[in-house]
């Protein structure tokens, strides 16, 4: 649902001392999305330490579409996955 209002994507930064110890994986992230598309109140579910800041730090500049309602802008509360992946990068 949340993806196809997604209008600003960051990608996040692998971080160097992940790469090199060959940490890879999902970090799972709560967030609500306001009713003007940015991301409010991010925390953290799950995920490995090392990869955690990149994705937080990546996922609080995505922005999205207002959710409209009956013709308003909602908040929506959503579950993101941001994956960490060697062969990608």
């Not at 649902?1 to 997604?6: A, Y």
């Not at 802008?73 to 941001?82: A, D, K, S």
Request: glycine share 6%.
């Amino acid at each position: 649902m949340s993806e196809g209002n997604l209008v600003h994507k960051v990608l996040p930064a692998y971080p160097p001392l992940a790469r090199s110890a060959r940490i890879q994986g999902q970090v799972l992230l709560q967030a609500v999305i306001s009713k003007e598309g940015v991301i409010e109140n991010l925390r953290l579910i799950a995920g490995h330490p090392m990869l955690v800041p990149a994705a937080i730090e990546a996922v609080r500049q995505w922005r999205y579409r207002p959710y409209v309602l009956n013709n308003e802008p909602v908040e929506v509360e959503t579950q993101i996955i941001v994956n960490f992946s060697l062969a990608g990068n």
